[in-house]
């Protein structure tokens, strides 16, 4: 049996990054296979096999003078002793066996997690030897996603996408990296080897297949995106929408930009500082949008991490600033009246009559001036 002294016996991937994780694990398989051959493969699975049963299958060497490779997904829910045993065994791991270790765990700052610090898993990252190798694939925060997929996506599809492409895929999507990537993958299978992911690639083959939501139609009727808003109507009623849930979606909004507008006439400086700061994670912006966020009944006082997605790449606060609080009462009354009419029979809800209600949004400015918003 050969041995390459050039590959470590032990991998451990830690980080809730799924992504990165899979794409890690095929690149070891990939190393081990271009380096020994066929090798036999066995997954632990908690639900059929005891752990201890599993280490010894380990130890037990092949018969058959091939390389093994075992993988351990989830290693941070198993026991406290199945964790001292398998840190025992990474000592001295036996010489046909290579060991895959994938810990789906999120840091709490610099330091290990749990299960990372059980399994000694810095120190071995500091081993000389070569025998034990640590990669560690965080989640990239929100408002980072853009950037992390600028860099990704080469690694992934040996392509390229540009930050603004990226974070309309992004907008399209949401920023769950394993949404984000499955998406990829379609676009992947259609373009043509090298081709760049694109803005006109990205609307065909995600745009025409997504179902849109009922807050992107808030947030085009708040932009007074009237053509942007009829798209999303369309889209909505190709399922099966239903329309006092959907006026309730559209009113929640409306109140919560009225009460941004409220909060920026007594507190013009917090908003003002909000809107002028700049950068990723700016102290200030999160420390500001959490005030604007909890005034308008968006965030509580414990929200900090969801400021970016809901204060901030939203553009709810420029939002409100589109609209006069006298326009904002007015859709907020069409809205309850809308809602009224469909529970009690006046209106039925159909498409035609959801789309006029949004044309006397998008141009509540001009109806209002003219005296016929009634």
């Given at each position: 049996m050969s041995q390459n002294k050039e590959l470590p016996h032990i991998y451990i991937l830690t980080g809730d990054d799924t992504v990165g994780r899979e794409r890690a694990r095929q690149k070891v398989m990939s190393s081990l296979v271009a380096s020994y051959g066929e090798v036999t493969i066995e997954r632990y699975d908690q639900s059929a096999v005891d752990f201890i049963d599993f280490i010894e299958r380990i130890l037990t060497p092949s018969l058959f003078q091939e390389n093994r490779v075992f993988i351990i997904n989830h290693a941070q829910n198993l026991s406290d002793s199945a964790l001292k045993t398998l840190s025992g065994l990474l000592d001295t791991p036996p010489p046909d066996a290579f060991i895959i270790i994938e810990i789906d765990e999120e840091k709490k700052g610099k330091s290990e997690s749990k299960t990372a610090k059980k399994l000694n898993v810095e120190k071995r990252a500091a081993l000389k030897d070569g025998s034990c190798a640590v990669m560690d694939f965080p989640k990239p925060p929100e408002y980072k996603t853009g950037q992390w997929l600028v860099t990704q996506v080469p690694l992934f599809f040996e392509r390229t996408i540009t930050k603004a492409d990226a974070d309309y895929l992004i907008d399209l999507v949401g920023s769950d990296i394993d949404a984000l990537y499955s998406e990829l993958?379609?676009?992947?299978?259609?373009?043509?080897?090298?081709?760049?992911?694109d803005r006109d690639t990205i609307t065909e083959i995600v745009g025409a297949s997504r179902?849109?939501?009922?807050?992107?139609?808030?947030?085009?009727?708040?932009?007074?995106?009237?053509?942007?808003?009829?798209?999303?109507?369309?889209?909505?009623?190709?399922?099966?929408?239903?329309?006092p849930v959907m006026v309730a979606a559209l009113f929640r909004h409306f109140w919560a930009l009225f009460r941004i507008r409220c909060f920026a006439a007594a507190n013009p400086h917090v908003v003002k500082r909000f809107l002028n700061a700049r950068g990723f994670n700016n102290p200030d912006q999160v420390e500001c949008g959490l005030a604007i966020g909890c005034a308008a009944g968006l965030l509580t006082e414990n929200d900090q991490r969801k400021v970016y997605p809901v204060m901030i790449a939203s553009g709810i606060v420029t939002q409100a600033k589109k609209f006069t609080d006298k326009e904002l009462k007015l859709i907020m009354a069409w809205l309850l009246d809308f809602d009224t009419g469909i529970k009690t029979g006046r209106i039925d809800g159909s498409q035609q009559e959801v789309q006029l209600l949004c044309f006397k949004i998008a141009r509540v400015t001009e109806l209002a001036r003219d005296g016929i918003a009634a």
């Open positions: 993958q379609k676009i992947d299978i259609h373009l043509p080897p090298g081709a760049p992911v179902v849109m939501t009922v807050f992107e139609l808030a947030s085009a009727l708040s932009e007074r995106q009237l053509p942007r808003a009829l798209e999303i109507i369309n889209s909505l009623f190709k399922t099966n929408v239903y329309a």
